[in-house]
């Protein structure tokens, strides 16, 4: 399949001269959207960035960035028919090009991302590239197919055609590492066995990596910790890595616990791959005391910085996913990892208490990874919670009308809020119907968040309080 590009020579490469004249066009335009919002950095420094010095970690005979590109929060720009958004297939190329001269090789994509375009645009972008010099990672996404009812033969055909259209999608004869995605959530272990046993889903795949057409296969895990533990001690495969949440607020808080899932792998020799460092950028976007203790200790470093060192710094991780939607965000990862300065005693002991203050604060542990999306009634699920927690970490969530920040904080929520979501797809439309709770790797009770996120705004409107 021809690889589009408008600069491909050289049998769809780009020549040395294209490749650093695009790679030098650092400064993407702020404004651009994405298809999913991207992980905020916090104060970004204006140093220079780094070549030639990235962080590496071996594993089976690969060579992997430490940073590694996470490809469901691509930009996009409005559609030619003014209808929408559309990705920005000229901006990823750009990201991608600079990220490569910078030396990430790891790109993760999967079917469902970005409204299901990333595979397209990922693979569209890659392509101009030496294909050994990159890896490519994406997922057998069945969990939708399972959650709609098809089980057995149907299942397993629907997933094998998802698992050939990725080949297609990212033009290639062989994927890197391939994951069965989110294995864990809904259900837990009916839904797991379902999904890959009962359906041979499994077995096909195993067969795919003896063939070589998968070099290296795990999966990415969510939800119930039975699930995970049954997989890595009691399934008899041999798993070649496992993507996992892992970051220092989960570490001790999370449920299940980074610790357990990053502890069980090391014990089990298998290669960590690190997904959620920001917490879908709630690391990023803190609370104003929190970021004013990351400035006391090093005023230099972005708010970002500090977990993906906490993420790098432990020696079984492979690679770091950051979902970076703009020039600023790569940047400031590549100064982090190249190369990782580790995390110190002191420093793990700073961020544990860190983690321990921002378990105080009320925000809902949403990552907007926009699994609970498209919404059949219309509402922004994900934006809703997005500004909600954003307006916690400002210090504009007031619980009493003789709070003296009341007005600022009233305001400040409401006029964010209509600018933020479009009125109908505020948290008033939910009807409570909860066909998104299953859909939730966080186990968020969605309903009953948009139940008190209205019932905030309401009183907020009447110039109450709860």
């Not at 994405?34 to 030639?52: F, H, I, Q």
């Not at 050939?164 to 272990?189: A, E, P």
């Not at 432990?314 to 950051?322: A, K, Y």
């Amino acid at each position: 399949m021809e690889c589009p590009n408008k600069h491909k020579k050289n049998n769809g490469l780009l020549s040395r001269r294209d490749f650093f004249k695009i790679s030098a066009a650092s400064g993407l335009a702020a404004g651009l959207s994405a298809c999913g919002k991207g992980e905020g950095t916090g104060t970004v420094t204006s140093a220079e960035v780094p070549r030639g010095k990235m962080e590496y970690r071996n594993m089976g005979g690969d060579k992997v960035s430490l940073l590694g590109y996470g490809c469901m929060r691509w930009p996009t720009k409005q559609a030619p028919d003014g209808e929408g958004e559309i990705l920005d297939q000229e901006q990823v190329n750009r990201l991608v090009d600079y990220a490569i001269d910078h030396g990430v090789n790891y790109f993760d994509t999967a079917p469902p991302y970005c409204q299901g375009n990333s595979e397209e645009v990922t693979g569209n972008a890659l392509c101009r590239h030496d294909r050994s010099k990159y890896f490519i990672a994406t997922k057998m996404s069945n969990q939708n197919a399972y959650g709609q009812g098809l089980r057995g033969k149907d299942l397993f055909d629907a997933s094998v055609e998802m698992y050939h259209n990725s080949f297609k999608r990212l033009r290639v004869d062989y994927i890197d590492y391939y994951l069965i995605h989110i294995l864990g959530i809904g259900n837990g272990m009916e839904e797991m066995r379902g999904r890959i046993y009962d359906s041979g889903v499994l077995d096909f795949l195993l067969k795919e990596r003896e063939a070589g057409r998968i070099r290296k296969l795990g999966f990415s895990f969510h939800g119930d910790v039975k699930a995970y533990d049954y997989l890595i001690e009691e399934s008899g495969v041999d798993w070649d890595f496992v993507q996992i949440m892992l970051n220092y607020m989960d570490w001790h808080h999370g449920y299940p616990t980074s610790e357990h899932l990053y502890n069980l792998l090391a014990e089990h020799g298998i290669p960590a791959i690190v997904m959620e460092p920001l917490l879908g950028g709630r690391l990023s976007s803190v609370h104003d005391h929190v970021v004013a203790a990351f400035k006391q200790r090093d005023p230099d470093r972005s708010v970002a910085s500090w977990a993906f060192r906490f993420a790098g710094s432990f020696p079984n991780v492979l690679t770091v996913l950051s979902g970076m939607t703009y020039m600023e965000h790569l940047q400031d990862n590549i100064r982090t990892y190249s190369p990782l300065d580790k995390l110190s005693d002191d420093e793990l002991s700073f961020l544990q208490e860190t983690a321990d203050l921002m378990a105080s604060y009320p925000t809902i542990p949403c990552n907007d990874c926009k699994y609970c999306m498209p919404c059949p009634y219309g509402l922004d699920i994900p934006a809703v919670l997005l500004h909600y927690n954003k307006c916690v970490n400002e210090g504009n969530l007031v619980l009493s009308a003789a709070d003296s920040n009341y007005a600022k904080a009233r305001r400040a929520f409401l006029v964010g809020y209509d600018r933020s979501v479009p009125r109908l797809r505020q948290a008033d439309h939910c009807i409570g119907c909860a066909q998104c709770n299953p859909h939730c790797p966080q186990g968020i009770d969605i309903p009953a968040e948009m139940r008190k996120i209205s019932d905030y705004v309401e009183m907020l409107k009447r110039g109450r309080t709860l």
